[in-house]
């Protein structure tokens, strides 16, 4: 299985809503990735989970809050987002080397 | 500051012809090198990499070329069939812990 799996694939909130994006894998991988995607540019780092912990936080605004409940879990948490924020929400894991899986990703749209 | 650039936004190309996708890079340090290749609404998905001691690696139709002194790789797709239509995505890293994409190239494969 080598399947990332991203909840929900489409989300719409408001400025003032808190939502969450979830991510799980099944690969064994102890590392995954949050990335943030705008039309027509490429994938952007937001977070990396070493086992089970934030090793990199790409100086991303607090609105922003990742979590790893366990090492096959990582979640996103979003409260007072902004309408630039609207973007694809990408989720990847890796596993002792640089390839990454990645997920289909969440479309998120904030008004 | 963009360390990973894609200088050509999109390539159209005959069916079983060859592509070549190209990419240059600015920092010597980058060890490890990825192609990935994204349909709309999904993920990247993986294609091939090199690390940074290689010149060539070949899987299939596809070969990716590393000329370190240029910082310059390029991916050749022999003979490219109309389903290679997507955007092609360089991306590189420093010792596996984040990658750095390039924009992006849309390649058209027309038959």
């Known amino acids: 299985d080598t399947e990332v799996t991203q909840t929900p694939k489409h989300l719409v909130m408001g400025m003032t809503n808190k939502k969450s994006l979830k991510c799980e894998q099944h690969m064994g991988h102890r590392a995954m990735y949050w990335y943030k995607q705008k039309a027509k540019k490429p994938p952007e780092l937001m977070f990396v989970?070493?086992?089970?912990?934030?090793?990199i936080n790409e100086s991303v605004p607090s609105r922003f809050s990742p979590e790893c409940p366990n090492s096959s879990l990582l979640n996103l948490h979003l409260h007072a987002l902004q309408p630039e924020d609207s973007a694809l929400y990408l989720c990847a894991s890796s596993q002792g080397t640089v390839k990454q899986y990645f997920g289909p990703g969440t479309r998120l749209t904030v008004l | 500051d963009q360390q990973v650039k894609q200088n050509s936004p999109s390539l159209s190309v005959q069916e079983g012809r060859i592509s070549i996708l190209n990419c240059d890079y600015t920092n010597s340090m980058f060890d490890y090198f990825l192609w990935y290749k994204k349909y709309p609404a999904e993920g990247p998905t993986f294609l091939i990499s090199i690390s940074s001691i290689k010149d060539k690696n070949e899987d299939g139709r596809f070969t990716v070329f590393l000329n370190k002194s240029a910082k310059h790789l390029s991916l050749h797709i022999v003979p490219s069939q109309p389903g290679d239509s997507a955007v092609y995505f360089c991306a590189a890293s420093i010792y596996g812990n984040k990658l750095v994409f390039g924009a992006g190239t849309i390649l058209r494969v027309k038959s």
């Open positions: 989970y070493s086992y089970e912990k934030l090793s």
